[in-house]
């Protein structure tokens, strides 16, 4: 499977505090791409990593990424209860005959309570 | 609000059933794609076409028919369906390709949630 691994699979804490999502992946990607989704809603883009980029910030987000370790991670800084949701990270493979396809990892259910 | 239409959004056939998935967007994009995804489970790619022609089919079964009459509208042809085949069908849209390279940002619809008895 190209799918990648999320670390934690749940994650549940207080308003304010941060939330730090882990995605492993396999093979050589083109990018990294993180989504959200509320509970049975569609696929919303929050940002996307080049693999020649290591940080990338986006209001309360900053994502890196570890080609050498095959890794990204996801932080959201003072989280609020409006960030509940599932969080997947996507890889962009490299490749003409991967052109066109984002695999998605398993994903990390965020709690954030009032 | 999203601005990839899927309707509808909730759909219950029998297993003799023929209906049909509905996706539209007018952002311009030029590629389009079907992904399935059951519960508590990441979407997975089923097709993908990029200037209105086929360009991946992901071993997706022949009873799952997909259809891309022009640049704004895909469709989901569906007949003959299992009760394993029941999940939330998302719709997505993009450019075809970032500047020199690959899959860029997906624009997703809300989804349309098959139920096959």
């Known amino acids: 499977s190209q799918q990648g691994e999320e670390d934690p699979q749940a994650l549940s804490i207080q308003e304010g505090e941060n939330a730090t999502m882990n995605c492993s992946y396999k093979t050589s990607i083109n990018n990294l791409q993180w989504y959200r989704q509320n509970s049975g809603r569609g696929l919303v883009h929050l940002i996307l990593i080049r693999s020649n980029e290591r940080e990338k910030h986006s209001g309360r987000l900053r994502v890196t990424l570890d080609t050498s370790k095959k890794s990204s991670s996801l932080l959201i800084t003072a989280s609020r209860a409006a960030d509940t949701a599932s969080y997947f990270c996507a890889t962009a493979p490299w490749g003409g005959s991967t052109l066109g396809r984002l695999y998605f990892g398993r994903g990390t259910q965020l709690t954030v309570w009032p | 609000d999203t601005e990839v239409t899927q309707t509808p959004k909730h759909l219950v056939m029998g297993m003799t059933n023929k209906k049909s998935l509905k996706c539209e967007q007018h952002m311009g994009h030029r590629a389009m794609y079907w992904y399935k995804q059951k519960a508590k489970k990441p979407p997975e790619l089923m097709f993908v076409y990029s200037y209105e022609k086929l360009s991946i089919n992901e071993s997706v079964p022949s009873r799952f028919s997909p259809e891309c009459p022009n640049s704004s509208l895909l469709n989901l042809h569906l007949h003959a369906l299992q009760p394993e085949d029941s999940a939330l069908y998302l719709c997505?849209?993009?450019?075809?390709?970032?500047?020199?390279?690959?899959?860029?940002?997906?624009?997703f619809g809300e989804g349309s949630r098959l139920t096959v008895l």
């Open positions: 997505a849209s993009s450019q075809p390709r970032l500047a020199g390279g690959n899959t860029g940002e997906l624009f």
